[in-house]
């Protein structure tokens, strides 16, 4: 298949904040040099094309291939190997346990780290957010623990093994996320003090070009979180309505 040409028919649909967009179209798409149209989607006010492509979750990102809505970005990073395989470097290895293993970490990451990380958020109580703290940290330290046995295996420093791969790129896509909210939680989520290995992970994931090149600024993205979490205070704060 000529991939540069299937390439020319790709659509996503995001939310240039979202770590999910960012997998698929500021990494995955540039690491395999795929060429496409991309819309910002208005979150509150979704678009006809957004409803129509993907009416159960009604979520970003969405990819088109020729007018057909993939959905999920694990699902759509999976896609780009199977309809482009000769485009960039694979995501996937080509052994069946190799890629049973990275949909099990890809899925630990959504799972586990990044449930963890928003329920910090989502805390109501010290005692809740403690405890989402700590799940946070024990998932990062069983990153690192995974990661170290990569490195023992073929030393590459990437959960791919010999390049980036799906874990990767699941992972990627929350940095400038965990970074942004360090300003606001007071939590460091990836001390190198503590993961040292996910920490030098971290900057090599943020020094390839495909990242550095897309990566939406840390700083907007502060900006952004200091603005929800003002939003959410004052809303607590209101006073209730009177009944009508």
């Not at 492509?53 to 896609?79: D, F, M, Q, T």
């Not at 099990?104 to 989502?122: M, N, P, Q």
Request: proline residues 7%; aromatic residues 6%.
């Amino acid at each position: 298949m000529d991939h540069a040409a299937g390439a020319r028919e790709l659509k996503v649909l995001g939310a240039w904040a979202s770590p999910f967009v960012l997998r698929v179209v500021r990494v995955a798409l540039h690491l395999k040099g795929l060429d496409y149209e991309y819309v910002e989607e208005d979150l509150v006010n979704k678009s006809e094309l957004l409803l129509a492509s993907n009416p159960v979750n009604k979520k970003v990102p969405v990819l088109l291939h020729a007018g057909r809505p993939v959905c999920e970005s694990l699902l759509i990073l999976e896609y780009l190997d199977d309809a482009f395989p000769t485009a960039g470097p694979a995501l996937l290895p080509a052994d069946p346990h190799g890629r049973a293993a990275a949909r099990f970490w890809a899925a630990f990451v959504d799972g586990e780290l990044l449930s963890s990380w928003l329920a910090i958020h989502a805390s109501a109580t010290e005692e809740e957010k403690a405890a989402a703290v700590a799940r946070t940290l024990a998932a990062v330290d069983t990153l690192e623990g995974a990661l170290a046995d990569k490195d023992t295996e073929q030393g590459e420093g990437w959960f791919g093994g010999g390049g980036v791969g799906l874990v990767d790129v699941a992972l990627g896509g929350f940095v400038p996320a965990i970074q942004a909210s360090e300003p606001t939680t007071g939590l460091r989520v990836v001390d190198p003090a503590r993961a040292p290995r996910l920490a030098a992970w971290v900057d090599r994931f943020c020094a390839l070009d495909a990242a550095r090149a897309a990566m939406p600024p840390v700083e907007r993205l502060v900006e952004m979180g200091k603005k929800r979490l003002a939003e959410a205070h004052a809303a607590a704060a209101a006073p209730p309505e009177a009944d009508k």
